[in-house]
């Protein structure tokens, strides 16, 4: 396969192989910015505050839900790849 990805593995992310063609591959750029837009839209949204000032409590919890989605996440993969037994890392 152009792509290197097993047929295998491509089955298991799509559930068959109807349709897959690796060959079939379309690259698209696109670059938007309020910079193509009217000055006066421009300073209007470049006024517009973007910092985020989360509390500690916002902070912390934020940390905390991280943690648990990487450990989900390793539960996940460590299932899917058949190591249900595999040790906590």
């Keep these: 396969m152009r792509n290197g990805l097993p047929t295998s593995t491509v089955e298991r992310y799509r559930g068959s192989l109807a349709g897959w063609d690796c060959r079939q591959v ?3 750029v696109e670059l938007v910015s309020f910079g193509d837009l ?14 985020l000032r989360p509390t500690p409590e916002q902070v912390d919890g934020t940390i905390a839900a991280g943690r648990e989605a990487v450990r989900v996440t390793r539960a996940c993969v460590r299932r899917s790849a058949g190591r249900k037994n595999a040790p906590e890392s």
Excluded at 38 to 51: E, V
């Design 38 to 51: 009217p000055p006066a839209d421009l300073a209007a949204l470049n006024a517009i505050s973007t910092r």
């Design 26 to 28: 379309r690259m698209a």
